[in-house]
């Protein structure tokens, strides 16, 4: 079945300076990649995705990149505040046939002022 | 749209116990699906379904059941509640047309002492 991994599992970051998130998948079937983000205590709530014909796509200071030959793809945020402070999981199709998806283990993602 | 929503918000079983969790949709989303979430270990697939009458097993099906009776709702049951079963559950709904984005609900968080 398909693996997703995620790198690094924490990250800090000094405020307004960029993040990066890695994720990689072993299923070269996989069409769709999502992002979510998850607060403390809340549910997670997706934040941007991208599909396999697509090799980038950007919403404001997200950014996600997509490499289907090495099978991994990035979440980039630039510009980080405070409130990007969060839980970020990656996830990949398993199968379009009933949507359902992979997910990684999670990256603590911590902005300090 | 109240959109997912779950009931209750909080559990605690004794062992041996059972409960269900309510989960329930206004999005008219034929596909629901019902995950655990544990301390650092990303989301796993407990069921999920693809329409009303239609249930199959995800990736740690043992211990739960689920039945998908009408599109709206889809309650998750635990028979003889194990401590390995104190986490936190999303219920989580697609229109499951093609790979896309899966609203979850707030969550149910279970102790079983």
């Known amino acids: 079945g398909e693996n997703v991994e995620q790198h690094p599992s924490t990250l800090s970051v000094q405020e307004g300076d960029s993040a990066v998130i890695k994720c990689t998948y072993s299923?070269?079937?996989?069409?769709?990649f999502p992002w979510y983000k998850q607060e403390l205590g809340k549910r997670p709530q997706l934040i941007i995705d991208i599909r396999s014909n697509v090799g980038e796509k950007k919403d404001q200071r997200i950014a996600v990149t997509l490499n289907k030959t090495a099978k991994h793809f990035s979440l980039h945020i630039t510009e980080t505040q405070p409130e990007d402070s969060a839980v970020y999981f990656c996830a990949a199709s398993i199968r379009v046939r009933d949507n359902r998806l992979a997910f990684g283990k999670g990256n603590q993602v911590v902005v300090i002022p | 749209n109240a959109g997912v929503t779950q009931t209750p918000k909080f559990r605690i079983l004794k062992i041996g116990q059972s409960m269900t969790l309510q989960c329930a949709q206004d999005?008219?989303?034929?596909?629901m699906y019902w995950y655990r979430q544990d301390p650092g270990m990303g989301l796993k697939l407990i069921y999920y379904?693809?329409?009303?009458?239609?249930?199959d097993k995800g990736e740690v099906p043992n211990g739960y059941n689920v039945s998908r009776s009408t599109t709206e709702d889809f309650p998750l049951r635990l028979e003889l509640a194990a401590p390995s079963q104190t986490s936190v559950y999303f219920c989580?709904?697609?229109?499951?047309?093609?790979?896309?984005?899966?609203?979850f609900g707030p969550g149910t968080r279970l102790t079983v002492t």
């Open positions: 299923d070269s079937a996989s069409n769709y």
């Open positions: 999005m008219n989303h034929n596909y």
């Open positions: 989580a709904s697609s229109t499951g047309t093609q790979a896309g984005e899966q609203y």
């Open positions: 379904s693809v329409g009303a009458g239609i249930t």
